[in-house]
Every structure is written in C-alpha cells, then in structure tokens.
C-alpha cells in the first residue's frame, strides 16, 4: 500500500464533533495549505468552512480522512472512503481488537474493519492519528506542542499517550513526523517508517515499541533505511522479568524476553534506549550529526567536578575519552599555562573564562584531535533571576571552533533544565548540539556511535522465525542429546551408557580413568548428587552408581576431561516473540549466579561469536589469565556454530538446547553436558 496521499496530504476530510473541531483548529493553526471539507450530517459549516453531508458529497476522494465517532460507525465510513478511492484514513475510535477480553464481538468487529478498508491504507483503531510538522497536515485530535520544520526526525509509537508527552518537550527537538500506530490493525511499525523512508525531508527514525508484529517486515524496513543511510533507534519497552512457562535449564532463566528483544534489535542494526529523555537526545544528536562514525570523544568543562561526572558516567558505556596528543597537548599549553592538567576529559579551570581568543583556542586544539563527537560541559544560569551574559564568550568560541574544526560538537548541560529552550533553539541554529544532562547525552552518544556502525556492517542475514508451537515437550536423555550435536560438529567426550551398576563397572575400563559417572533422565544432575568426578577403578565407579541408584537406573560414563582454561554455557531457546535466542554466559554450577550473558539471535556470524565473547566479564580467562593458557577461541566458536546449527535444523520442533560446560582448553572445546527438550512427537 501507498501511504504517500495519507502522510502528505493535499486534501483532508473530517468526521466528527468535537474531535473533529479539534483537527480542524490544528491544521489551520498549522498553516495548512491544503483543502479541509469538514463531514457532518446536520451541520452547514464548522470554523468558517462549508460542511458536507457524507462521502458521497466531497468534492473528490480526500487523501487523508480524520474518522472520530463511534466504532459502528467507523467502519461504515471506511468502506464509503474506499470505495470512494480515498488515500487512507485515521481511525480514533477505540472498542476494536484491543478491547477483545472485555467484549467478545470486538475482533469480529476489527475484521469488518479490515474488510471494509480494502487496499485502502487505515491508521489505528484506536489511535490519535498522524501529525505532519513539515506541511502542517495534523489528522490530530488534540494539543501538540509542536511547530512546523523544514526537516527533522519522525517518531512513530504505539502510545498516542507518550507521543502526546514527546510533542510537548522543551529539549528543542525538530520533528518531523510524529505518527501513532494504535492496535495495528492494518498499518504496523515497519510499514509506516517504511513509507516515511521515501521522505528525504527526515533525517532519523525513532520507534517506541511495545511488542513486535511483522518481524520479516521490520528487517526490510532496516535494509531500506541501510540503503538510504537513515539511522532507526527504538525506544523498547519491556525490561521487567516475566516468567518463562518451563524453566528447565539455566538458559531460559537468562534468556527472558528482554533478551531477546535485545539480540533482535541488535541483528536488525537498531540502537536501543530504554528512557525517553536518552530517546529525545539521541534523535536529536542524530538529526544534527548523523551516525556518528565512531565511539570516541572529548570533553571539555571548566570544572574538575563536572569532569570527574563525565569520566565516571561513561566507565561503563561503549565510549572512548581519545587521549591528547603531543601536538594538542602543546597547542592546550599555549592556551591554558602551566597551571593547567591537560588530560581527556579537561578541566580548563576559569582562568580564561571570558577570553574569548583563549576560549577559542581551547576548544579548538580539543576538537582538532579528531574525537567522533566533542562536548563541552556549560549550564546556563536561570533566565528568571541571573545574567547570562557571560556565557556567550564560551558559546561563540566553541561555535567558531566547530567551524573551524568542521567537527562535531554538542554543548552539554549537567541538569536538564540548565539549558533553556531558546538557547538549545539558538545552538540548533549554530550547528552545535544541545544535550540535556549528562547520563542522557552520553547514552545518545553512544547510541549514535552504534547507528554508525550498524550501518557500515554488513547487513544480517534473513531472520529466523520459528511458528509457535504448543503442547508437551521431551527431554532428550544426555546421551542422546550428545549424538544429535555431534552429527554437527560438537566434539564430546568418549562416553558409554549402563543400566546398573555392574554394567557401569565392566565398561568403565573401556573408556579408562580417570572418569566421570552420571546419572540419565536428570535435568539437573550436580543438585540430585548424580554427578561424581575422579573415579580411578571399577570398584568406584560401582560404588557411585549405587549411590546414585535412587535418583536413576541408567548411567554414563565419561572420559575426565583436563581442568579447563574457563567453562562457558552455550544455550538455545525457541522465543515465540523474536525467534531463536542464543545465550552465551559464563558456565558451571553458578551460572545464574554470576548472570555473565550475553544473547543473540539465529542464524549468527563468527563475528558475532567473537564479538560476543568479548562482551563477557569471563572473557579474561580465555585470553589467559595470570600466566595461564589461553583458551582456543576458533574451536569456541566452532562448538558455538555447531549447537547453533542443530538448533536451527530443528527449530520446527526446538523448545531448546543447552550446554553447561562447555570446556574451554588450550587446544580444544568440549561439551561436557547437554540438554535438548523437543515438542512431543518430535525427533532430535
């Protein structure tokens, strides 16, 4: 569907009394240049514009219809704008899909909806519609705190509520668009993004997620905006834990929803921020800057304090304080005297506040060392009470250095509220950034950084979307669970099975010792003392099996691996909402304990693994930690790829997988112990 005549309106109808009043008043506020034919049945005009009596009075089809009166009614409308070959259509009226648990004719009454609409492109139910800051076109049916742009970015949500609350901001955000999707009944997320794409007026799309709808839809969506260098960040709700249906193995425990949530925005090359205020400041340094092409930056502030809060905020984002150099170094000592630290971030202290040839050559050295994004750190007094006066000398040397520099620059204010609205409006302006509070504005930085590189990677391959399935599962015993990853690759420890304790004995020497003996059928074998290490003889192994005798029948014997460099859990599950999550952690018994993770989603790069690896707090010990060994890293990866790849043979059957240990050696990886549950029914 062509959603270019409902975004970009030449004409508008409108349906409704006081809603409809509402959307009239915006757009006429607005300075809309495009024709408005109010619809009302009893009416002969509203805010001095002559009204019609029905779809089959309008001069022509309108390209966007403002629908705001009851749910019944709506969808009559919608099929007369249809059949009328109207360009698309807002509908406010709730009670549809979204109200199914309290009414049970509700889905049947979206589904006439849909009929109704055809191919004929509908906004919602149940949504405050679309509001088009660059042509003043607002199918809104209420206040915004808007103003009309040449170009900025568009934030699509389903939540006219918070969309509401973003148009109201005070943090000198250009908007473009400002879009909500309602219940989704026909238009989605993706779609609608898609379509402002085509835009070249926008500059940086910005979605507020609830749950995902059209995975393969929004993954194209990504590749368009790949294609027209547009960055996309989300504002993604859902961190909270939810508790999984069957918490077998550690896995699921760390694989919750939001993880996956996380390895899908990850693949898919979108930046996640989790408050609004960091959503506002990113799109903002985005509309500036762009995707930023790395992660370095400077700071620069006229305080060791705020330059202790820049330095300690960012110790634990993806951010690079780029150390000075000799030849910055020697241009700040000219600048700033002896007295000064010279040091990434810089306190430049006061002694030339107020120089403004000093101030300029200050920063200029600082931007001039070639930091991706450089910040300084300025409150402004309150407008209400003090002078600023003195603050512009600092505001016209960063500006004169950015312009010199050609570099990009962001004034930053340590509480939000010490940069007013005028005067971020006035930096616009300038070309430098105004960010509000420190947490926020380095957050956006970061995100930023992630928009760059996200954009240079190649793109993902297509996602993997296993259907749904319900039902019993099974638990593979471990032996079996070993066979099936071993015909991908995984490499195993030589292993015999038993069915008593003096079938354990005699095979024991089979496999020689020293070994390990466990018990079968156990999810959880180490807390059911099914597990014993160290077994020399027969007459041991005997012995642990029949203490083992009350908890199972059948056993596996294993050759005892050497201790290893480190031991990492490697584990798969099957999430209806995102796909196939794999889970990389530090392994063991205290797996949840450390909750050292890191999640992504199938199919995955070597990259990927290795990047991923990398990320984990463990990953000192596969570089060799204090003399030791390090861990062989290709043979990680390739028993990660492995049980990566049995999942996705089986991911019409997989509820998951799991390996905990996986032993990490010098030469070699080696599972240990494994876990596989399929649906009943199904073979591994």
């Not at 920063?363 to 512009?392: I, K, S």
């Not at 430098?432 to 504005?441: K, Q, R």
């Not at 749904?468 to 195993?492: I, W």
């Not at 690896?613 to 930690?625: E, I, Q």
Request: proline letters at 6%; charged letters at 15%.
């Amino acid at each position: 569907m062509n959603l270019n005549r409902l975004l970009q309106p030449k004409s508008i109808a409108v349906f409704g009394g006081a809603w409809g009043r509402n959307v009239i008043e915006q757009c006429q506020r607005a300075g809309y240049k495009g024709e408005i034919w109010p619809v009302h049945p009893k009416a002969d005009e509203v805010l001095g514009l002559r009204c019609y009596r029905g779809v089959d009075d309008l001069p022509t089809a309108p390209d966007a219809s403002f629908i705001g009166v009851n749910r019944h009614l709506t969808v009559d409308i919608v099929r007369q704008l249809a059949n009328r070959g109207a360009g698309g259509a807002v509908c406010f009226a709730s009670g549809f899909a979204e109200a199914s648990a309290e009414d049970s004719a509700a889905t049947d009454l979206q589904n006439s909806l849909l009929q109704a609409a055809g191919d004929m492109p509908i906004f919602g139910p149940n949504c405050y519609g679309l509001i088009n800051y660059l042509d003043g076109a607002l199918l809104w049916p209420d206040q915004h705190g808007g103003e009309r742009v040449d170009s900025g970015v568009a934030i699509i949500t389903q939540s006219s509520n918070i969309l509401l609350n973003i148009t109201m901001q005070r943090r000198a955000l250009p908007m473009a668009y400002a879009l909500t999707a309602g219940n989704q009944a026909q238009q989605g997320l993706a779609s609608m993004a898609h379509a402002l794409l085509d835009d070249p007026r926008v500059t940086a799309i910005g979605l507020h997620i609830e749950g995902f709808g059209d995975l393969q839809a929004l993954q194209q969506l990504t590749l368009k905006a790949r294609e027209k260098n547009i960055p996309i960040i989300a504002l993604k709700m859902g961190r909270s834990e939810h508790a999984r249906t069957a918490m077998v193995s550690h896995t699921n425990s760390l694989a919750g929803s939001d993880a996956g949530a996380n390895a899908l925005l990850q693949k898919l090359g979108i930046a996640r921020l989790s408050s609004v205020s960091a959503f506002i400041e990113t799109l903002k340094l985005l509309h500036l800057t762009g995707p930023l092409p790395g992660n370095s930056i400077s700071s620069m502030s006229c305080s060791g304090g705020e330059a202790g809060l820049m330095a300690d905020t960012a110790e634990d984002m993806d951010l690079h304080y780029l150390p000075l150099d000799e030849k910055r170094r020697a241009a700040l000592r000219q600048a700033l005297g002896p007295l000064v630290a010279l040091a990434n971030p810089l306190d430049y202290h006061t002694y030339i506040w107020g120089d403004l040839p000093a101030m300029t050559a200050t920063y200029t050295a600082m931007l001039d060392q070639g930091a991706d994004l450089n910040m300084l750190v300025l409150d402004f007094p309150r407008e209400d009470r003090c002078g600023t006066e003195a603050w512009d000398p600092a505001v016209q040397a960063f500006s004169l250095a950015a312009k010199q520099t050609g570099k990009a620059a962001a004034i930053v204010s340590s509480l939000p509220e010490n940069l007013p609205e005028a005067t971020a409006n006035a930096l616009i302006a300038q070309g430098i950034v105004p960010l509000l509070g420190i947490d926020d504005a380095l957050r956006a930085a970061e995100a930023a950084a992630q928009c760059g590189r996200y954009l240079r990677a190649e793109p993902a391959p297509p996602l993997l979307v296993p259907q749904p399935r319900g039902g019993t599962t099974q638990l593979l015993d471990e032996s079996q669970a070993k066979a099936a990853l071993m015909a991908h690759g995984l490499q195993v420890p030589m292993s015999a099975t038993a069915q008593s304790p003096g079938e354990a004995a005699q095979k024991a020497a089979t496999i020689g010792f020293p070994l390990v003996l466990k018990g079968m059928g156990l999810a959880h074998k180490s807390e059911s003392g099914a597990v014993q290490l160290n077994l020399h003889s027969a007459e041991q192994v005997k012995a642990a099996a029949e203490n083992m005798a009350a908890h199972t029948s059948q056993y596996l014997l294993e050759q005892q691996i050497e201790p290893p460099v480190a031991e990492l859990l490697v584990g798969v599950v099957r999430d209806p909402a995102h796909g196939l999550i794999l889970t990389l952690a530090a392994g063991g018994i205290y797996t949840e304990i450390h909750r050292d993770s890191c999640s992504l989603l199938l199919p995955v790069q070597d990259d990927d693994i290795v990047t991923a690896l990398r990320s984990l707090r463990t990953a000192p010990l596969l570089d060799g930690y204090r003399g030791k060994p390090a861990a062989d890293r290709d043979a990680i990866v390739q028993a990660v790829q492995a049980i990566a790849s049995y999942a996705q043979s089986q991911s019409h059957a997989l509820a998951e997988v799991e390996v905990n240990p996986l032993l990490c050696l010098p030469q070699a990886a080696i599972a240990v112990d494994a876990l596989i549950r399929l649906y009943d029914g199904e073979n591994a």
